[in-house]
């Protein structure tokens, strides 16, 4: 299976290749990041000037090239100014200290009787003001600000009348039973549905209070704390979301969303507690994130496309992944996706890519760049081992999810394990044209001194590394098969027992 060695013509066409997909990957991730400075720092400075420039100039030549990595460019509907300057005016007028701009119609929650007072069941009452906010044009459905909302699983419906804005300045906080959720909908939270340019905004808090949920955590009880599902041009600015029952914010089957400056946060212990949970949707952009959970930080899975995330703090959690993918032989199909800036820490995984055996369809075109790495297990991973006890054996799957043109660019930092690269690909569809550039990883703990202790290894891995590389990947030019599930990655369940041979337990990742 060794791809290298043949000669350099083949090599330097993929690297010149390479080189022009990070092009491409700038200029289509140009278009969701730069305009918009909410949630502060990051998208401006030198990098927005460098995607500017791409932008504009130079790299023109990317777009005929690049057939296989064209991304379709949303187009930016959003007049970022005129928005920064309505939520100044709403923020101004939620705290009591003026007057409702004259073009906005204010939807209190508490004059439809909310209580606030974090014990009262207030979900009638943000039913009722929903309602009413729906039906107007520019509505601002309004959490007022120093109180505590409880609401039980409630669905915000559209479609709604133009421009209305989520103006979350409270906290909203869910029932601690899990029974006194609407027993209809134990799935779903806070659902918001068939909106359009909907703002969701306001430097609120939203409190899943999980702790009961994870203390009965099993597969039946999956729970999604907000959903943004079958919305377009949806923009979520400046939220934290907090202690979910399971995944704190999920994007399922919605178009050109953006989530800008959102805090997310529960103990590391909690388990499937996955920040951003993104599904069947296309044109994503999460940007200025910071996230720490008790699973993935952000976590993409079947039938997403372009999908960008700039200036990601993640930590702890289970790191930035794409799948779980192609459970029970299911197809799934993962393209564009790309990661620029982040810091990622305390985690089992860095970027990672995790397929099941005996799955169908596709991960491709995928930049992981510029990448912080602290005390993370696995700095990077491909996993396509993931196999469930039930369906045993693992070992003689014919088919997986291929995964193909995966490039890993500037990530250094420290890993816990020796095992800092680990390319774990199917035997049956191995990885192709998986491309490093530019890795300094070695152990958190300082064991075999500068990285000397840290390797790369590889399963059906095909690819090469160029600049810098370290740990060396010569693997990638010379990668053999059969590794099989002896050689699997710890299950994530696993890991902190780290004994080697332990079955893989059921695995509890939830998806819609
Ligand atoms: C994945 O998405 C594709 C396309 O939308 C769909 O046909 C397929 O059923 C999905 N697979 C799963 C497991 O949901
Ligand atoms: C490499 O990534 C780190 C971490 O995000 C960043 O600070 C640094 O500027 C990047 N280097 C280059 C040359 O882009
Ligand atoms: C593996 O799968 C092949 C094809 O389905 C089958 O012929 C073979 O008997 C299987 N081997 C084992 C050990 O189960």
């Known amino acids: 299976m060794g791809a290298g060695r043949r000669g350099g013509t083949r090599e330097t066409l993929l690297l010149v290749m390479v080189a022009l997909s990070f092009v491409a990957v700038a200029r289509a991730a140009v278009g969701g990041v730069v305009v918009d400075g909410g949630g502060g720092g990051g998208a401006g400075g030198e990098d927005g000037e460098r995607f500017l420039r791409l932008r504009t100039g130079g790299g023109g030549e990317a777009d005929d090239q690049e057939g296989v990595f064209k991304w379709d460019e949303e187009e930016d509907d959003d007049d970022d100014e005129e928005d920064q300057e309505e939520e100044g005016h709403i923020m101004m007028w939620g705290k009591g200290t003026g007057h409702p701009p004259t073009r906005r119609n204010v939807v209190n929650v508490d004059t439809f009787g909310a209580a606030g007072d974090g014990d009262a069941d207030d979900t009638e009452a943000f039913s009722n003001a929903w309602k009413t906010a729906c039906s107007l044009e520019n509505a601002v459905f309004l959490v007022p600000t120093g109180r505590r909302y409880k609401v039980g699983a409630s669905t915000f419906m559209g479609p709604c009348k133009e421009k209305m804005v989520i103006q979350i300045q409270g906290t909203i906080v869910a029932p601690e039973e899990p029974s006194e959720w609407d027993p209809r909908s134990t799935r779903l939270w806070l659902l918001f549905s068939g909106l359009a340019g909907t703002r969701i905004q306001g430097g609120g808090v939203i409190d899943g209070s999980g702790s009961k949920w994870w203390a009965n955590s099993c597969k039946i009880n999956k729970a999604n704390a ?177 995964v193909t043109n995966v490039a890993y660019r500037n990530i250094s930092g420290t890993s816990r394990r020796a095992e800092a690269i680990k390319f774990a690909c199917s035997d049956s569809v ?34 090469f590394d160029y600049g810098c590389v370290r740990p060396a990947a010569d693997c990638l030019r010379s990668s053999t098969c059969g590794g099989g599930p002896e050689d699997r990655p710890d299950d994530d369940h696993h890991q902190g027992k780290a004994e080697a041979g332990t079955p893989p337990a059921a695995i509890l990742h939830t998806e819609l």
């Not at 152990?443 to 790369?456: C, K, L, N, P, W």
Request: hydrophobic share 35%; charged share 20%; aromatic share 4%.
């Open 226 to 402: 907000v959903t943004i599902d079958l919305s377009r041009g949806v923009r979520v600015k400046g939220l934290r979301v907090q202690n979910a029952q399971q995944m704190h914010l999920t994007v399922y089957r919605s178009r050109n969303v953006r989530l800008a400056g959102v805090r997310i946060d529960a103990p590391e212990d909690s388990p499937n507690t996955d920040g951003i949970h993104v599904a069947e949707s296309t044109a994503v952009t999460i940007q200025n994130c910071r996230i720490g959970t008790g699973d993935d930080c952000i976590s993409i899975v079947n039938a997403s496309f372009n999908i960008r995330m700039k200036n990601i703090d993640c930590g702890p959690g289970h790191g930035i992944s794409i799948g779980s993918l192609g459970k029970d032989g299911t197809y799934a199909a993962v393209e564009n996706v790309a990661l620029d800036t982040a810091r990622i820490s305390r985690a089992q995984n860095g970027v990672r890519i995790k397929t099941w055996q005996g799955g169908a369809g596709y991960v491709r075109n995928v930049r992981f760049s510029n990448v912080a790495v602290d005390d993370v297990d696995h700095p990077i991973i491909i996993d396509q081992f993931y196999c469930d006890t039930q369906s045993r054996p693992c070992s003689n799957q014919t088919s997986n999810v291929a």
């Open 430 to 463: 191995p990885c192709t044209d998986i491309v490093l550039s530019d890795i300094n990883l070695c152990r958190s703990d300082g064991a075999g001194g500068g990285g000397g202790d840290v390797q790369t290894v590889c399963n059906c891995a095909i690819g």
